[in-house]
């Protein structure tokens, strides 16, 4: 078991610190061109991993170059072009009404506030924060992603449970410059170390400040649950 820092602000910047040294390169891994390729991205990869997202897309993009082919496609068509990702129906039916609502009151472009992107249909907080991110360059929050609220947990930067109050909390203790960044560096990190069933705590550069570290902790602060 490691020992975390003094406080939660220090704790954060030292995790950091460590994990840009660990991951200089890391970024979205979603391919896109366009906004409207990143939103369609983002609400597919729900659940679903960024490759298979990636994949589909690029025939999905050639076929759909605009917010009028999304609105003008049935939710048939859409679901078969679409097959193989997770939820392919609900999804198609996002991507139908996004395109819908892009058209009627956006004159076809992506928005760029947080409210007007949670109106469309199948994005919520998460999704809007990555649009906001990497389409527009504003950063008004944390993505709270799985690996980001397994992490965090694990690490003691919070206790909460609900994405949106594990994100109230981080924000208070990350620094602003550093909140696009931190997603993209808990994400490398849960899937080369810090994964979900059997992290690499051997092998960690958080392992010393770590208190879920499974050394001689007993437990899991993401889940509660004994190693
Ligand atoms: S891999 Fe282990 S030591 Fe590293 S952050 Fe995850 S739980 Fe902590």
């Known amino acids: 078991m490691g020992t975390p820092l003094d406080s939660r602000e220090a704790q954060a910047v030292e995790v950091l610190d460590r994990l840009y040294e660990e991951y200089p390169d890391t970024d979205i891994s979603l391919n896109f061109s366009t906004k409207l390729e990143l939103l369609v991205a983002v609400v597919l990869s729900a659940q679903c991993t960024d490759e298979r997202v990636n994949d589909i897309c690029e025939d999905l993009f050639e076929t759909y170059r605009s917010p009028e082919d999304y609105a003008a496609a049935s939710e048939e068509e859409l679901a078969d072009d679409i097959y193989g990702i997770t939820f392919h129906n609900n999804k198609a039916g996002y991507l139908k009404g996004i395109g819908e609502i892009l058209v009627d009151e956006h004159d076809g472009e992506v928005p760029d506030t947080m409210s007007e992107l949670t109106d469309l249909p199948g994005v919520g907080r998460k999704t809007a ?4 991110q990497h389409a527009h360059d504003v950063t008004e929050g944390i993505v709270v992603d799985t690996h980001v609220q ?20 981080l924000m208070d203790v990350v620094p602003e410059d550093d909140w696009r960044m931190f997603t993209h560096l808990f ?12 992290p690499d705590c051997a092998d960690c550069v958080l392992a010393d400040i770590c208190p879920s570290e499974r050394g001689d902790s007993s437990a899991d602060l993401a889940s509660g649950a004994e190693w």
Not at 129 to 132: A, D, G, K, R, S
Not at 155 to 166: D, N, V
Not at 187 to 198: D, P, V, Y
């Open 129 to 132: 924060n990555v649009v906001l």
């Open 187 to 198: 994400i490398s990190h849960g899937r080369a170390t810090c994964t979900a069933r059997s």
């Open 150 to 169: 397994r992490i965090s947990r694990r690490l003691g930067l919070t206790e909460e449970e609900r994405p949106e109050a594990i994100e109230e909390d």
